[in-house]
Protein backbone atom coordinates (compact mmCIF):
# COMPACT_ATOMS: atom_id res chain seq x y z
CA UNK A 1 0.00 0.00 0.00
CA UNK A 2 1.31 3.34 -0.61
CA UNK A 3 2.01 5.52 2.46
CA UNK A 4 0.92 8.92 0.80
CA UNK A 5 -0.68 11.58 3.46
CA UNK A 6 -3.69 13.19 2.59
CA UNK A 7 -2.91 16.73 0.97
CA UNK A 8 -3.88 19.86 2.21
CA UNK A 9 -4.62 21.89 -1.17
CA UNK A 10 -7.14 24.12 -2.78
CA UNK A 11 -8.27 23.00 -6.30
CA UNK A 12 -8.44 25.54 -8.79
CA UNK A 13 -10.55 27.06 -10.87
CA UNK A 14 -9.71 24.83 -13.47
CA UNK A 15 -9.83 21.24 -12.13
CA UNK A 16 -7.44 19.76 -14.28
CA UNK A 17 -4.90 22.50 -13.04
CA UNK A 18 -2.01 21.75 -10.59
CA UNK A 19 -3.03 22.04 -7.21
CA UNK A 20 -1.27 23.82 -4.75
CA UNK A 21 -0.56 22.18 -1.25
CA UNK A 22 -1.52 23.68 2.30
CA UNK A 23 0.49 21.68 4.04
CA UNK A 24 0.81 23.34 7.06
CA UNK A 25 -2.48 25.01 8.11
CA UNK A 26 -4.61 21.70 10.06
CA UNK A 27 -1.76 20.81 12.19
CA UNK A 28 -0.89 24.74 13.30
CA UNK A 29 -4.84 24.80 14.88
CA UNK A 30 -5.20 21.69 16.14
CA UNK A 31 -4.37 21.60 20.16
CA UNK A 32 -6.77 23.97 20.61
CA UNK A 33 -10.17 23.34 21.95
CA UNK A 34 -13.17 24.40 19.62
CA UNK A 35 -16.55 25.93 20.14
CA UNK A 36 -18.31 22.64 19.04
CA UNK A 37 -15.94 20.48 22.07
CA UNK A 38 -16.82 23.09 24.44
CA UNK A 39 -20.70 22.71 23.98
CA UNK A 40 -20.35 19.68 23.98
CA UNK A 41 -19.17 18.97 27.30
CA UNK A 42 -21.75 21.27 28.51
CA UNK A 43 -24.14 19.01 28.04
CA UNK A 44 -22.74 14.98 28.74
CA UNK A 45 -26.24 13.65 28.61
CA UNK A 46 -27.67 14.24 25.53
CA UNK A 47 -24.41 13.22 23.72
CA UNK A 48 -26.85 12.11 20.46
CA UNK A 49 -30.04 12.75 18.69
CA UNK A 50 -31.14 10.53 15.78
CA UNK A 51 -34.32 11.14 13.24
CA UNK A 52 -35.02 10.27 10.55
CA UNK A 53 -31.97 8.33 9.97
CA UNK A 54 -30.10 11.84 10.54
CA UNK A 55 -28.15 13.76 13.30
CA UNK A 56 -29.24 17.05 15.41
CA UNK A 57 -26.68 19.60 16.18
CA UNK A 58 -26.19 18.11 19.48
CA UNK A 59 -25.22 14.43 17.69
CA UNK A 60 -23.15 16.10 15.36
CA UNK A 61 -21.50 17.71 18.24
CA UNK A 62 -20.88 14.81 19.70
CA UNK A 63 -18.79 13.00 16.55
CA UNK A 64 -16.80 16.26 16.49
CA UNK A 65 -16.08 16.37 20.05
CA UNK A 66 -14.22 12.72 19.76
CA UNK A 67 -12.49 13.00 16.21
CA UNK A 68 -11.19 15.54 14.10
CA UNK A 69 -14.22 16.41 11.88
CA UNK A 70 -14.59 18.98 8.78
CA UNK A 71 -17.87 20.57 8.62
CA UNK A 72 -19.35 21.21 5.43
CA UNK A 73 -22.54 23.34 4.20
CA UNK A 74 -24.33 23.61 1.10
CA UNK A 75 -25.21 26.92 0.62
CA UNK A 76 -28.00 27.18 -1.76
CA UNK A 77 -31.78 28.05 -2.96
CA UNK A 78 -34.77 25.25 -2.67
CA UNK A 79 -34.28 22.94 -5.14
CA UNK A 80 -30.68 24.14 -6.62
CA UNK A 81 -29.74 20.04 -5.94
CA UNK A 82 -28.19 20.12 -2.18
CA UNK A 83 -29.75 17.29 -0.89
CA UNK A 84 -29.29 14.97 -4.64
CA UNK A 85 -25.55 16.02 -4.06
CA UNK A 86 -25.81 14.15 -1.12
CA UNK A 87 -27.49 11.40 -2.12
CA UNK A 88 -25.09 11.21 -5.22
CA UNK A 89 -22.21 10.94 -3.49
CA UNK A 90 -23.66 7.98 -1.15
CA UNK A 91 -24.77 6.35 -3.86
CA UNK A 92 -21.17 6.08 -5.51
CA UNK A 93 -19.66 4.75 -2.48
CA UNK A 94 -22.71 2.02 -2.74
CA UNK A 95 -20.79 1.38 -5.95
CA UNK A 96 -17.02 1.55 -4.95
CA UNK A 97 -14.27 4.23 -4.09
CA UNK A 98 -15.40 7.73 -5.04
CA UNK A 99 -12.55 10.02 -5.74
CA UNK A 100 -9.50 7.75 -4.57
CA UNK A 101 -11.31 7.57 -1.09
CA UNK A 102 -12.99 4.50 0.72
CA UNK A 103 -16.30 5.04 2.59
CA UNK A 104 -15.12 4.29 6.26
CA UNK A 105 -18.20 4.32 7.96
CA UNK A 106 -21.23 6.21 9.01
CA UNK A 107 -23.37 6.92 12.18
CA UNK A 108 -26.12 7.99 9.69
CA UNK A 109 -26.53 5.12 7.08
CA UNK A 110 -30.27 5.31 7.23
CA UNK A 111 -30.29 9.15 6.72
CA UNK A 112 -28.58 8.53 3.51
CA UNK A 113 -30.97 5.84 2.55
CA UNK A 114 -34.32 8.33 3.02
CA UNK A 115 -32.15 10.74 1.11
CA UNK A 116 -31.89 8.82 -1.58
CA UNK A 117 -35.13 7.84 -1.72
CA UNK A 118 -36.20 11.65 -1.54
CA UNK A 119 -33.71 11.67 -5.01
CA UNK A 120 -35.56 8.20 -6.53
CA UNK A 121 -38.88 9.79 -6.51
CA UNK A 122 -40.23 11.32 -9.58
CA UNK A 123 -41.26 14.69 -8.45
CA UNK A 124 -37.76 15.90 -7.68
CA UNK A 125 -35.37 15.40 -4.44
CA UNK A 126 -36.03 18.86 -3.22
CA UNK A 127 -39.61 19.14 -3.47
CA UNK A 128 -41.15 20.74 -0.43
CA UNK A 129 -43.51 18.51 1.34
CA UNK A 130 -40.98 15.43 0.89
CA UNK A 131 -39.66 15.18 4.28
CA UNK A 132 -38.38 18.56 4.05
CA UNK A 133 -39.46 19.92 7.65
CA UNK A 134 -38.04 16.93 8.94
CA UNK A 135 -34.52 17.31 7.71
CA UNK A 136 -34.93 20.81 8.38
CA UNK A 137 -34.64 19.61 12.14
CA UNK A 138 -32.46 17.60 11.75
CA UNK A 139 -29.90 18.61 9.55
CA UNK A 140 -26.59 16.36 9.97
CA UNK A 141 -25.41 13.61 8.17
CA UNK A 142 -22.23 11.84 8.99
CA UNK A 143 -19.38 10.53 6.50
CA UNK A 144 -16.09 8.83 7.38
CA UNK A 145 -13.91 8.77 4.96
CA UNK A 146 -10.52 7.40 3.93
CA UNK A 147 -7.96 7.78 0.99
CA UNK A 148 -7.05 4.65 -0.20
CA UNK A 149 -3.42 3.73 0.22
CA UNK A 150 -2.88 6.08 3.45
CA UNK A 151 -2.02 4.80 7.09
CA UNK A 152 -3.24 7.36 8.97
CA UNK A 153 -6.79 7.87 10.06
CA UNK A 154 -9.96 8.46 8.38
CA UNK A 155 -11.52 11.52 8.12
CA UNK A 156 -15.13 12.58 9.36
CA UNK A 157 -17.37 14.86 7.55
CA UNK A 158 -20.31 16.46 8.97
CA UNK A 159 -22.69 17.19 5.85
CA UNK A 160 -25.47 19.98 6.58
CA UNK A 161 -28.56 18.73 4.53
CA UNK A 162 -30.26 22.51 4.85
CA UNK A 163 -33.42 23.64 3.74
CA UNK A 164 -32.64 26.15 1.13
CA UNK A 165 -35.51 28.53 3.06
CA UNK A 166 -32.50 29.10 5.46
CA UNK A 167 -30.75 30.82 2.63
CA UNK A 168 -33.63 32.25 0.69
CA UNK A 169 -33.96 34.11 4.84
CA UNK A 170 -30.68 35.11 4.85
CA UNK A 171 -30.92 37.21 1.36
CA UNK A 172 -34.61 38.93 2.24
CA UNK A 173 -32.86 39.44 5.49
CA UNK A 174 -35.01 37.42 7.87
CA UNK A 175 -31.75 35.96 9.72
CA UNK A 176 -27.92 36.82 9.40
CA UNK A 177 -25.40 34.53 9.13
CA UNK A 178 -25.08 34.52 13.02
CA UNK A 179 -28.66 32.93 13.55
CA UNK A 180 -27.33 29.87 11.70
CA UNK A 181 -25.00 27.87 13.64
CA UNK A 182 -24.04 25.67 11.44
CA UNK A 183 -22.92 28.16 8.55
CA UNK A 184 -20.42 29.99 11.05
CA UNK A 185 -19.37 26.54 12.40
CA UNK A 186 -18.67 25.41 8.76
CA UNK A 187 -15.08 24.41 7.18
CA UNK A 188 -16.39 24.20 4.17
CA UNK A 189 -19.17 26.48 2.14
CA UNK A 190 -20.47 25.06 -1.20
CA UNK A 191 -22.02 27.60 -2.81
CA UNK A 192 -24.68 26.23 -5.23
CA UNK A 193 -25.63 27.68 -9.24
CA UNK A 194 -28.50 26.23 -9.81
CA UNK A 195 -27.52 24.84 -13.30
CA UNK A 196 -31.55 24.48 -14.52
CA UNK A 197 -31.95 28.22 -13.94
CA UNK A 198 -29.10 29.12 -15.93
CA UNK A 199 -30.17 26.93 -19.06
CA UNK A 200 -32.93 28.66 -19.09
CA UNK A 201 -32.87 32.07 -19.86
CA UNK A 202 -35.59 33.59 -18.60
CA UNK A 203 -34.56 32.55 -14.75
CA UNK A 204 -30.89 33.42 -15.07
CA UNK A 205 -30.85 37.04 -14.00
CA UNK A 206 -32.33 36.14 -11.26
CA UNK A 207 -30.02 33.16 -10.27
CA UNK A 208 -26.80 35.31 -11.03
CA UNK A 209 -28.56 37.94 -8.69
CA UNK A 210 -28.96 35.49 -5.95
CA UNK A 211 -25.73 33.64 -6.39
CA UNK A 212 -23.50 36.87 -6.05
CA UNK A 213 -26.12 38.46 -3.36
CA UNK A 214 -25.86 35.03 -1.11
CA UNK A 215 -21.82 35.58 -1.52
CA UNK A 216 -21.69 39.34 -0.34
CA UNK A 217 -23.98 38.29 2.47
CA UNK A 218 -21.29 35.49 3.96
CA UNK A 219 -18.63 38.70 3.10
CA UNK A 220 -19.62 40.96 4.89
CA UNK A 221 -20.97 38.98 7.63
CA UNK A 222 -17.54 39.34 10.14
CA UNK A 223 -16.50 35.80 9.27
CA UNK A 224 -14.50 33.92 6.32
CA UNK A 225 -17.26 32.43 5.32
CA UNK A 226 -17.05 34.15 1.98
CA UNK A 227 -13.70 33.87 1.31
CA UNK A 228 -11.62 31.72 -0.92
CA UNK A 229 -10.21 29.51 1.59
CA UNK A 230 -13.97 28.57 2.87
CA UNK A 231 -16.37 28.64 -0.04
CA UNK A 232 -16.70 26.42 -3.22
CA UNK A 233 -18.42 27.69 -6.48
CA UNK A 234 -21.02 24.47 -6.86
CA UNK A 235 -22.45 24.40 -10.51
CA UNK A 236 -25.70 21.86 -10.26
CA UNK A 237 -27.41 20.65 -13.50
CA UNK A 238 -24.06 20.95 -15.38
CA UNK A 239 -25.46 18.84 -18.41
CA UNK A 240 -28.66 21.08 -18.56
CA UNK A 241 -26.60 23.94 -18.63
CA UNK A 242 -24.30 21.61 -21.66
CA UNK A 243 -27.50 20.58 -23.81
CA UNK A 244 -28.95 24.26 -23.33
CA UNK A 245 -28.79 25.39 -27.40
CA UNK A 246 -28.16 29.32 -25.99
CA UNK A 247 -25.20 30.66 -24.25
CA UNK A 248 -25.76 29.13 -21.18
CA UNK A 249 -22.65 27.99 -20.62
CA UNK A 250 -21.24 31.30 -21.22
CA UNK A 251 -23.76 32.81 -19.19
CA UNK A 252 -22.60 30.75 -16.13
CA UNK A 253 -18.97 31.42 -16.36
CA UNK A 254 -19.48 34.82 -16.60
CA UNK A 255 -21.25 34.39 -13.00
CA UNK A 256 -18.51 32.37 -11.67
CA UNK A 257 -16.03 35.06 -13.16
CA UNK A 258 -18.23 38.11 -11.19
CA UNK A 259 -17.96 35.97 -8.29
CA UNK A 260 -14.36 35.58 -8.64
CA UNK A 261 -14.36 39.34 -8.81
CA UNK A 262 -16.13 39.97 -5.67
CA UNK A 263 -13.69 37.91 -3.76
CA UNK A 264 -10.75 39.70 -5.92
CA UNK A 265 -8.19 40.62 -3.08
CA UNK A 266 -7.38 37.46 -2.00
CA UNK A 267 -4.23 35.37 -3.60
CA UNK A 268 -6.41 32.18 -3.35
CA UNK A 269 -7.52 31.06 -6.87
CA UNK A 270 -11.50 30.48 -6.62
CA UNK A 271 -12.66 26.91 -6.43
CA UNK A 272 -14.84 25.35 -8.83
CA UNK A 273 -16.55 22.25 -9.27
CA UNK A 274 -18.96 21.32 -11.91
CA UNK A 275 -21.66 18.55 -10.93
CA UNK A 276 -24.44 17.13 -12.86
CA UNK A 277 -25.36 13.87 -10.04
CA UNK A 278 -28.47 12.82 -12.05
CA UNK A 279 -26.69 13.58 -15.29
CA UNK A 280 -29.54 13.27 -18.42
CA UNK A 281 -26.67 13.29 -20.89
CA UNK A 282 -24.33 10.65 -21.67
CA UNK A 283 -20.76 12.93 -21.29
CA UNK A 284 -21.20 13.11 -17.83
CA UNK A 285 -22.27 9.77 -15.54
CA UNK A 286 -24.24 10.01 -12.64
CA UNK A 287 -22.69 11.43 -9.79
CA UNK A 288 -20.68 13.75 -12.26
CA UNK A 289 -18.37 15.89 -10.19
CA UNK A 290 -18.94 14.66 -6.84
CA UNK A 291 -15.87 13.10 -6.55
CA UNK A 292 -14.00 16.45 -6.98
CA UNK A 293 -16.18 17.35 -3.97
CA UNK A 294 -15.15 15.25 -1.71
CA UNK A 295 -11.27 15.51 -2.97
CA UNK A 296 -12.66 19.28 -1.90
CA UNK A 297 -13.86 18.60 1.38
CA UNK A 298 -10.85 16.11 2.67
CA UNK A 299 -8.10 17.94 0.82
CA UNK A 300 -8.92 21.32 2.31
CA UNK A 301 -7.66 21.90 6.11
CA UNK A 302 -10.10 22.13 9.16
CA UNK A 303 -10.30 25.94 9.45
CA UNK A 304 -13.21 26.96 11.62
CA UNK A 305 -10.82 27.92 14.21
CA UNK A 306 -9.88 30.60 12.19
CA UNK A 307 -13.64 31.88 11.53
CA UNK A 308 -13.53 35.21 13.60
CA UNK A 309 -16.37 35.03 16.22
CA UNK A 310 -19.69 36.76 15.25
CA UNK A 311 -19.90 40.61 17.37
CA UNK A 312 -22.33 38.94 20.27
CA UNK A 313 -21.01 38.05 23.77
CA UNK A 314 -19.51 34.32 24.14
CA UNK A 315 -22.94 33.66 26.21
CA UNK A 316 -25.04 34.86 23.94
CA UNK A 317 -23.27 32.44 21.02
CA UNK A 318 -23.97 29.74 22.82
CA UNK A 319 -27.72 30.33 23.53
CA UNK A 320 -28.10 30.90 19.79
CA UNK A 321 -26.57 27.93 19.68
CA UNK A 322 -28.49 26.05 22.07
CA UNK A 323 -31.69 27.38 20.41
CA UNK A 324 -30.40 25.69 17.45
CA UNK A 325 -30.18 22.65 18.95
CA UNK A 326 -33.33 22.58 21.06
CA UNK A 327 -35.31 23.48 17.99
CA UNK B 1 -10.97 -11.78 26.17
CA UNK B 2 -12.66 -11.38 30.02
CA UNK B 3 -11.36 -14.28 32.24
CA UNK B 4 -11.91 -17.61 30.75
CA UNK B 5 -14.97 -16.15 28.73
CA UNK B 6 -15.65 -15.01 25.13
CA UNK B 7 -18.29 -13.58 23.68
CA UNK B 8 -19.19 -13.22 19.87
CA UNK B 9 -22.22 -11.88 18.73
CA UNK B 10 -23.38 -13.49 16.09
CA UNK B 11 -25.41 -11.30 14.10
CA UNK B 12 -27.33 -10.97 10.71
CA UNK B 13 -30.52 -9.97 8.64
CA UNK B 14 -33.54 -12.45 9.17
CA UNK B 15 -32.85 -15.64 7.50
CA UNK B 16 -29.16 -15.18 6.81
CA UNK B 17 -28.04 -18.71 8.37
CA UNK B 18 -27.54 -17.65 12.13
CA UNK B 19 -29.26 -20.55 13.69
CA UNK B 20 -27.70 -23.52 10.77
CA UNK B 21 -25.03 -22.34 11.61
CA UNK B 22 -24.78 -22.87 15.54
CA UNK B 23 -26.42 -26.77 14.83
CA UNK B 24 -23.79 -27.42 12.26
CA UNK B 25 -21.13 -26.02 15.17
CA UNK B 26 -22.69 -28.04 17.96
CA UNK B 27 -22.89 -30.87 16.06
CA UNK B 28 -18.94 -30.81 14.89
CA UNK B 29 -18.05 -29.85 18.30
CA UNK B 30 -19.55 -32.74 20.28
CA UNK B 31 -19.16 -34.92 17.02
CA UNK B 32 -15.80 -34.68 15.68
CA UNK B 33 -12.71 -37.12 16.93
CA UNK B 34 -10.13 -34.51 15.94
CA UNK B 35 -10.18 -31.20 16.76
CA UNK B 36 -10.70 -28.49 15.18
CA UNK B 37 -8.66 -25.01 13.95
CA UNK B 38 -6.34 -23.66 16.94
CA UNK B 39 -7.11 -27.01 18.66
CA UNK B 40 -10.54 -26.18 19.32
CA UNK B 41 -12.82 -29.08 20.83
CA UNK B 42 -15.57 -29.28 23.00
CA UNK B 43 -14.55 -29.52 26.90
CA UNK B 44 -17.53 -30.47 28.32
CA UNK B 45 -21.52 -30.95 26.93
CA UNK B 46 -22.92 -27.39 28.01
CA UNK B 47 -25.87 -27.70 31.07
CA UNK B 48 -28.55 -26.24 28.48
CA UNK B 49 -28.47 -28.30 25.56
CA UNK B 50 -32.22 -28.94 24.80
CA UNK B 51 -32.66 -26.40 21.90
CA UNK B 52 -29.26 -27.40 20.32
CA UNK B 53 -30.05 -31.09 20.10
CA UNK B 54 -33.53 -29.63 18.42
CA UNK B 55 -31.68 -27.64 15.74
CA UNK B 56 -29.20 -30.27 15.07
CA UNK B 57 -31.68 -32.98 14.63
CA UNK B 58 -33.05 -30.49 12.25
CA UNK B 59 -29.73 -29.96 10.51
CA UNK B 60 -29.06 -33.74 10.17
CA UNK B 61 -32.41 -34.54 8.82
CA UNK B 62 -31.43 -31.89 5.88
CA UNK B 63 -34.25 -29.93 6.89
CA UNK B 64 -34.20 -26.63 6.93
CA UNK B 65 -33.33 -25.26 10.42
CA UNK B 66 -35.95 -23.62 12.60
CA UNK B 67 -35.59 -20.36 13.95
CA UNK B 68 -37.60 -20.65 17.28
CA UNK B 69 -36.61 -18.11 19.21
CA UNK B 70 -38.30 -14.50 18.12
CA UNK B 71 -37.94 -12.37 21.19
CA UNK B 72 -34.57 -12.68 23.76
CA UNK B 73 -31.69 -13.33 22.82
CA UNK B 74 -30.63 -17.17 23.87
CA UNK B 75 -27.98 -17.72 25.85
CA UNK B 76 -25.60 -20.62 24.20
CA UNK B 77 -22.28 -21.33 26.26
CA UNK B 78 -20.05 -24.12 25.18
CA UNK B 79 -17.33 -25.38 27.10
CA UNK B 80 -14.05 -25.27 25.07
CA UNK B 81 -10.21 -25.68 24.77
CA UNK B 82 -8.56 -23.22 22.46
CA UNK B 83 -4.66 -25.01 22.18
CA UNK B 84 -5.01 -26.06 25.30
CA UNK B 85 -6.87 -23.43 27.17
CA UNK B 86 -10.15 -23.43 28.45
CA UNK B 87 -12.43 -20.48 27.20
CA UNK B 88 -16.09 -20.67 27.66
CA UNK B 89 -17.58 -19.81 24.53
CA UNK B 90 -20.43 -17.31 24.52
CA UNK B 91 -22.93 -17.22 21.04
CA UNK B 92 -26.14 -16.05 22.20
CA UNK B 93 -28.66 -17.17 19.49
CA UNK B 94 -30.40 -13.72 18.53
CA UNK B 95 -33.09 -13.81 15.87
CA UNK B 96 -32.56 -11.67 12.71
CA UNK B 97 -35.85 -10.01 13.36
CA UNK B 98 -34.30 -8.58 16.25
CA UNK B 99 -31.71 -7.04 13.55
CA UNK B 100 -34.23 -5.92 11.06
CA UNK B 101 -36.46 -4.59 13.67
CA UNK B 102 -33.12 -2.25 14.99
CA UNK B 103 -32.09 -0.73 11.43
CA UNK B 104 -36.14 0.05 10.46
CA UNK B 105 -36.63 1.51 14.41
CA UNK B 106 -33.25 2.96 14.94
CA UNK B 107 -33.29 1.21 18.28
CA UNK B 108 -31.53 -1.68 19.64
CA UNK B 109 -33.59 -4.14 21.75
CA UNK B 110 -32.25 -3.43 25.71
CA UNK B 111 -30.72 -7.21 25.70
CA UNK B 112 -29.04 -6.90 22.12
CA UNK B 113 -27.54 -3.93 23.17
CA UNK B 114 -26.45 -5.09 26.60
CA UNK B 115 -25.16 -8.23 24.21
CA UNK B 116 -23.12 -6.18 21.56
CA UNK B 117 -21.73 -4.05 24.31
CA UNK B 118 -20.24 -7.15 26.17
CA UNK B 119 -18.81 -8.72 22.46
CA UNK B 120 -15.40 -9.44 21.65
CA UNK B 121 -16.10 -10.26 17.99
CA UNK B 122 -18.74 -10.10 15.33
CA UNK B 123 -19.67 -12.99 13.32
CA UNK B 124 -21.42 -11.40 10.83
CA UNK B 125 -23.86 -13.38 8.33
CA UNK B 126 -25.21 -12.24 4.91
CA UNK B 127 -27.07 -14.71 2.55
CA UNK B 128 -24.93 -14.93 -0.62
CA UNK B 129 -28.52 -14.91 -2.66
CA UNK B 130 -30.29 -13.13 -0.29
CA UNK B 131 -28.77 -9.59 -1.30
CA UNK B 132 -31.01 -6.51 -1.75
CA UNK B 133 -28.92 -4.42 -4.24
CA UNK B 134 -28.92 -0.19 -3.83
CA UNK B 135 -31.18 1.74 -6.74
CA UNK B 136 -29.89 4.41 -8.45
CA UNK B 137 -30.75 7.86 -8.81
CA UNK B 138 -33.10 8.42 -11.72
CA UNK B 139 -31.87 10.94 -14.08
CA UNK B 140 -33.56 13.98 -13.37
CA UNK B 141 -35.13 14.93 -16.55
CA UNK B 142 -38.37 17.13 -16.01
CA UNK B 143 -39.83 18.59 -18.22
CA UNK B 144 -39.00 22.76 -18.10
CA UNK B 145 -40.78 24.52 -15.72
CA UNK B 146 -42.22 21.11 -14.51
CA UNK B 147 -40.67 22.39 -10.82
CA UNK B 148 -43.61 25.01 -10.32
CA UNK B 149 -46.21 22.05 -10.95
CA UNK B 150 -47.35 19.74 -8.99
CA UNK B 151 -46.99 16.47 -10.91
CA UNK B 152 -50.08 14.78 -8.89
CA UNK B 153 -47.96 11.63 -8.54
CA UNK B 154 -48.03 11.08 -4.94
CA UNK B 155 -44.55 10.31 -3.24
CA UNK B 156 -43.51 6.64 -2.47
CA UNK B 157 -43.44 6.65 1.36
CA UNK B 158 -40.11 5.27 2.13
CA UNK B 159 -40.22 2.08 3.49
CA UNK B 160 -36.62 0.76 5.66
CA UNK B 161 -37.49 -2.58 5.38
CA UNK B 162 -36.50 -2.53 1.28
CA UNK B 163 -33.27 -1.19 1.82
CA UNK B 164 -30.16 -2.58 0.55
CA UNK B 165 -28.48 -5.37 2.65
CA UNK B 166 -25.10 -3.45 2.62
CA UNK B 167 -26.60 -0.69 4.21
CA UNK B 168 -27.89 -2.59 6.90
CA UNK B 169 -24.99 -3.95 7.56
CA UNK B 170 -22.78 -1.37 7.71
CA UNK B 171 -25.38 0.03 10.19
CA UNK B 172 -24.88 -2.71 12.52
CA UNK B 173 -21.52 -2.77 12.74
CA UNK B 174 -21.66 1.04 13.45
CA UNK B 175 -24.21 0.73 15.99
CA UNK B 176 -22.44 -2.81 17.64
CA UNK B 177 -19.51 -0.62 18.33
CA UNK B 178 -21.34 2.30 19.31
CA UNK B 179 -22.87 -0.30 22.31
CA UNK B 180 -19.36 -1.37 22.64
CA UNK B 181 -17.67 1.91 22.32
CA UNK B 182 -14.74 0.52 20.36
CA UNK B 183 -14.20 -1.26 17.01
CA UNK B 184 -15.21 -5.15 17.10
CA UNK B 185 -12.99 -7.64 15.05
CA UNK B 186 -15.18 -9.12 12.33
CA UNK B 187 -15.85 -12.09 10.52
CA UNK B 188 -17.81 -11.90 7.53
CA UNK B 189 -19.53 -15.05 6.69
CA UNK B 190 -21.21 -15.48 3.63
CA UNK B 191 -23.44 -18.27 3.94
CA UNK B 192 -25.42 -20.62 1.41
CA UNK B 193 -21.99 -20.38 -0.16
CA UNK B 194 -22.77 -23.25 -2.42
CA UNK B 195 -24.75 -21.18 -4.16
CA UNK B 196 -21.86 -18.66 -4.94
CA UNK B 197 -18.92 -21.24 -5.42
CA UNK B 198 -19.88 -21.23 -9.17
CA UNK B 199 -18.81 -17.90 -10.07
CA UNK B 200 -15.33 -18.76 -8.91
CA UNK B 201 -14.86 -15.83 -6.34
CA UNK B 202 -13.05 -15.51 -3.21
CA UNK B 203 -15.20 -14.58 -0.32
CA UNK B 204 -13.62 -11.30 -0.30
CA UNK B 205 -14.03 -11.03 -3.99
CA UNK B 206 -17.99 -11.77 -3.75
CA UNK B 207 -17.90 -8.73 -0.68
CA UNK B 208 -16.41 -6.25 -2.65
CA UNK B 209 -18.36 -7.14 -5.72
CA UNK B 210 -21.56 -7.79 -4.21
CA UNK B 211 -21.34 -5.55 -1.06
CA UNK B 212 -19.17 -2.49 -2.01
CA UNK B 213 -20.17 -0.46 0.90
CA UNK B 214 -19.45 -3.31 3.18
CA UNK B 215 -15.91 -4.25 1.96
CA UNK B 216 -14.90 -0.70 1.92
CA UNK B 217 -15.86 0.28 5.78
CA UNK B 218 -13.67 -3.41 6.29
CA UNK B 219 -10.79 -2.33 4.31
CA UNK B 220 -10.53 1.27 5.26
CA UNK B 221 -10.16 0.68 8.60
CA UNK B 222 -8.88 -2.98 8.81
CA UNK B 223 -6.16 -1.57 11.72
CA UNK B 224 -8.70 -0.82 14.14
CA UNK B 225 -11.07 -3.48 13.06
CA UNK B 226 -9.28 -6.33 11.50
CA UNK B 227 -11.26 -8.32 9.26
CA UNK B 228 -11.78 -11.73 7.45
CA UNK B 229 -14.41 -12.82 4.93
CA UNK B 230 -15.31 -16.71 5.14
CA UNK B 231 -17.49 -18.58 2.57
CA UNK B 232 -19.70 -20.99 4.63
CA UNK B 233 -22.18 -23.93 3.40
CA UNK B 234 -23.44 -25.46 6.80
CA UNK B 235 -26.12 -27.53 5.01
CA UNK B 236 -23.45 -28.02 1.85
CA UNK B 237 -26.18 -27.75 -0.69
CA UNK B 238 -29.77 -26.90 -1.81
CA UNK B 239 -32.12 -28.77 0.49
CA UNK B 240 -34.98 -27.61 -2.44
CA UNK B 241 -33.37 -29.99 -4.42
CA UNK B 242 -34.56 -33.68 -4.22
CA UNK B 243 -30.40 -34.67 -6.03
CA UNK B 244 -28.40 -32.53 -3.71
CA UNK B 245 -30.24 -33.49 -0.69
CA UNK B 246 -29.73 -37.55 -2.09
CA UNK B 247 -26.07 -36.97 -2.61
CA UNK B 248 -25.62 -35.03 0.88
CA UNK B 249 -27.81 -37.94 3.00
CA UNK B 250 -24.83 -40.52 1.42
CA UNK B 251 -22.26 -38.82 3.70
CA UNK B 252 -22.22 -40.52 6.70
CA UNK B 253 -19.94 -37.94 8.79
CA UNK B 254 -22.56 -35.24 8.48
CA UNK B 255 -20.00 -32.68 9.53
CA UNK B 256 -18.47 -33.43 5.82
CA UNK B 257 -21.29 -31.52 4.09
CA UNK B 258 -19.95 -28.29 5.24
CA UNK B 259 -18.35 -26.06 2.67
CA UNK B 260 -15.83 -23.28 4.08
CA UNK B 261 -13.90 -20.95 1.93
CA UNK B 262 -11.44 -18.70 3.17
CA UNK B 263 -9.01 -17.39 0.08
CA UNK B 264 -8.56 -20.00 -2.34
CA UNK B 265 -8.90 -22.61 0.79
CA UNK B 266 -11.85 -25.11 0.59
CA UNK B 267 -12.39 -27.17 3.86
CA UNK B 268 -15.33 -28.67 6.12
CA UNK B 269 -13.56 -26.81 9.03
CA UNK B 270 -16.76 -24.91 10.50
CA UNK B 271 -14.53 -23.64 13.37
CA UNK B 272 -12.54 -21.64 11.58
CA UNK B 273 -14.50 -18.21 11.59
CA UNK B 274 -14.71 -18.78 15.48
CA UNK B 275 -10.78 -19.79 15.50
CA UNK B 276 -9.93 -16.46 13.66
CA UNK B 277 -12.20 -14.35 15.96
CA UNK B 278 -10.57 -15.79 19.01
CA UNK B 279 -7.05 -15.64 17.77
CA UNK B 280 -7.58 -11.71 17.32
CA UNK B 281 -7.91 -11.56 21.32
CA UNK B 282 -5.31 -13.67 22.59
Known amino acids: ?327 | MTGNRYAILLAGLPESGKTTLIAALWHVLRASATPGSEGIALREHPANREYLYEIERQWLDLIEVDHTNFGEPLELTFPLTVRGREIDLEIPDISGENYGRSWEEGAWLESVSTVSAHAHGLLLLVKSDGVVKPLLLEPDDEEEDSDDEDTGEAPTPYDPAQAPTQAKLCDLIESTETARGAAIPTAVVISAWDLAVAAGLTPDQWLEYQLPLLWQMLVADADERPYAVFGLSAQGGDLNSDEQRAELGRLTDAGQRIIVQQGDDRSSDIVAPLAWLIKQDT
Open chain 1, 1 to 327: MNDTPESDGEMPLNPSEEQHPRPEAETEVAEQPTVDEALAASSPDEATFHAGGALSGRGALSIAAQRRTSVVVLAGAVRSGKSTILASLYERFGRGPVGGHLFAGSRTVPGFERLCHRGRQKSGADRPGMEHTHHAAFPWLHLCVKRAGYSGPPRDLLLADMSGEHFEDLLAGKKEVRDIPELWRADHICLLLDGRNFARAARRAGERQRALDLCSTFLSSGTDLGTRTVLTVVITKWDLIHRAEDDAEEATMATVEELEHLMHREDVPLALVRTAARSVTHEFPLGHGVDDLLNRWTDRPVVQLDHPAPGVSAASRFDDFSRSLAS
